[in-house]
């Protein structure tokens, strides 16, 4: 007898046999088990998570000897029949395959007559999004209103090109991707029943390699098993694969916490030099770098099979770190077919996170800073001055040394201070400063066109018109505005209506708007907050700068205000 692959050979063959998609099972039960059953059911997914099994074991539930059941047989002609794919009354149609209109026509003119043998003639159409338009017309009555003995059941995963006078004829079933942990679960079932050796790490190489296909999962099974001759071993799979040892992204999670370029680049030279693609080495270490993550949440989301590995890395990370790592080998991955050749881009990623890797060097309150140690002398611009730099630890003791000034004036939120060795590339919180009162703060008069503008509900590119334009003139029912002429492609005749819209509501009566590109008169309601948040942030700085506290520690130990880290009050974190 012929060897028979496991995908096919392990397809459920039953309701309860399915794996991960009880939502969908459950509903299908309670209808047949209810007799409440629609004439066309439609079943939505990326390949290989049972579309197609799902709709042959309700061709089954329909057609059994035993009666309409959610349980059939499985030993009657009809279930026979329909698991070895030669069941008369159950018609599979590749829609992939038969596109056009006259093979629908041909295909709905046996619709009329009785099933041969099964209590309902079933027509299967997979891939049903294929079909034409003409073909979709052709199909549409019939679907609207069969015959009492046809079933309808279509299977698709691109469910976005289907006419939505199909979609709104079918009951829609939405199949999800399964889990790694769903996948792997019936691979050790599989290999328990199939009686092969293997070991868990293996097993989780190739469900999560599935990407959430159930079918490619047992593909890849094949193929590891003939691979292994026999059997499965991670370093065989992997091998089969092409992923990354562990031992490899081990190095590099090490050698990034002892900040160790040394150690990162030998690391990468050792993996290319065995032949492994770059862009699984990046693969490999954000899905690492990912269950990282969620082990220093919850170590419960770490498997067992490497749960001591993960929180290693866990506890040797900081929190942080990780994010950080993670978002820069993303950009890395996306990046890499711009880089000069696939090495250089996976070291410069690498290289990078050592670069940017936070250095703490302010002192929160309950919370210690992480030391400035040698391994961060890279990451510090050291060129601006030679002098001893400003640890965090001695800022307190700076301003102990301080004396206040005699007179109690009110003064500004600290700045963040460092000497100038003490640059570094990690954002600083932001300081607050009280808004100058000047003249030019104030808001617009009430009535103003920068008042109405800011009144008005709009968002988008329209928002930006409104903020670009200034009234040339405003009567009872007339508004003729001037749109800056740089901003000139903002306007179009869709945008000019939703504004007039929205002046209409704001005013409480129909108006005629008319908007001419120009040079304005006036500032914009754009130009006047630009220009008031430069004034205002102008000011922040100088009032920083004038600061006594600020004064004296500049002068006593050669520190030096960062005026990025400044912010008008009302401005934290724009």
């Not at 998570?49 to 959610?70: D, P, Q």
């Not at 002609?77 to 395959?97: H, K, M, N, Q, Y």
């Amino acid at each position: 007898m012929s060897y028979q692959v496991l995908a096919r050979k392990w397809r459920p063959r039953a309701f309860g046999e399915l794996v991960g998609q009880t939502h969908v099972v459950r509903p299908l039960v309670n209808a047949l088990d209810n007799n409440r059953l629609h004439h066309a059911f439609l079943f939505t997914g990326t390949r290989g998570v049972g579309k197609t099994t799902i709709a042959r074991i309700l061709a089954k539930s329909l057609n059994c000897e035993t009666g309409v059941t959610s349980k059939p047989c499985g030993q009657c002609s009809a279930c026979t029949e329909v698991d070895e794919g030669r069941f008369i009354d159950l018609i599979e149609v590749d829609a992939a395959s038969r596109t056009k209109v006259d093979d629908t026509r041909e295909l709905l003119d046996n619709v009329q007559y009785a099933p041969s043998r099964g209590r309902y003639k079933v027509y299967l159409i997979d891939e049903v999004h294929m079909l034409s338009g003409h073909s979709f017309n052709a199909l549409l009555k019939t679907l609207e209103e069969p015959p009492p003995h046809v079933k309808f059941l279509l299977a698709t995963t691109d469910p976005q090109k289907l006419p939505v006078t199909v979609l709104s004829r079918c009951l829609q079933f939405s199949l999800k991707r399964l889990s790694v942990e769903e996948i792997a679960a019936q691979i050790e079932k599989i290999l328990s029943a199939e009686q092969i050796e293997r070991d868990p790490a293996s097993v989780r190489l190739v469900a999560r390699a599935a990407d959430g296909s159930m079918r490619d999962g047992l593909s890849l099974l094949d193929q590891a098993i003939a691979f292994g001759g026999g059997r499965l071993s991670e370093a065989e799979v992997r091998a089969m694969l092409g992923t990354i040892d562990h031992d490899a992204i081990d190095r590099i999670l090490r050698a990034l916490a002892a900040d160790d370029a040394s150690a990162l680049l030998a690391t990468v030279a050792d993996v290319i030099d065995h032949g492994t693609d770059c862009s699984a080495l990046l693969d490999e270490l954000l899905q690492t770098l990912h269950r990282v993550a969620l082990t220093q949440v919850d170590t419960r989301f770490a498997g067992d099979d490497e749960v001591e590995r993960l929180q290693a890395h866990a506890a040797a990370l900081p929190v942080e770190d990780v994010q950080l790592y993670y978002q820069i080998a993303l950009l890395g991955r996306r990046d890499l077919p711009l880089a000069p050749d696939p090495r250089t881009g996976v070291e410069m990623t690498l290289l990078r996170m050592l670069a940017f890797r936070p250095v703490t060097d302010t002192v929160t309150s309950g919370e210690p800073a992480r030391p400035a140690t040698a391994s961060t002398a890279p990451r510090v611009a050291s060129s601006i001055s030679s002098k001893p730099a400003v640890t965090a630890a001695a800022l307190p003791v700076a301003k102990e040394a301080v004396k206040r000034p005699a007179i109690a004036t009110p003064s500004p939120a600290p700045a963040v201070l460092a000497s100038a060795p003490m640059m570094v590339s990690e954002p600083v919180a932001p300081v607050v400063v009280p808004p100058p009162t000047t003249a030019t703060e104030s808001r617009a008069p009430a009535g103003s066109w920068e008042d109405v503008v800011d009144r008005l509900t709009l968002s988008g590119l329209v928002k930006q018109l409104a903020n670009n334009t200034v009234s040339e003139s405003i009567s009872d029912d007339v508004i003729n505005l001037i749109v800056d002429e740089s901003c000139a492609q903002l306007l179009n005749k869709e945008r000019e209506a939703t504004l007039k819209q929205a002046l209409e509501q704001h005013y409480g009566r129909p108006l005629k708007l008319s908007i001419r590109a120009g040079r304005p008169p006036t500032e914009t309601p754009s130009q006047l907050r630009a220009r008031r948040g430069s004034e205002q942030q102008q000011a922040a700085v100088a009032a920083i700068n004038s600061d006594p506290n600020i004064q004296a520690l500049r002068d006593k130990f050669n520190a030096r205000v960062n005026p990025e880290t400044i912010r008008p009050a009302g401005k934290v974190g724009a």
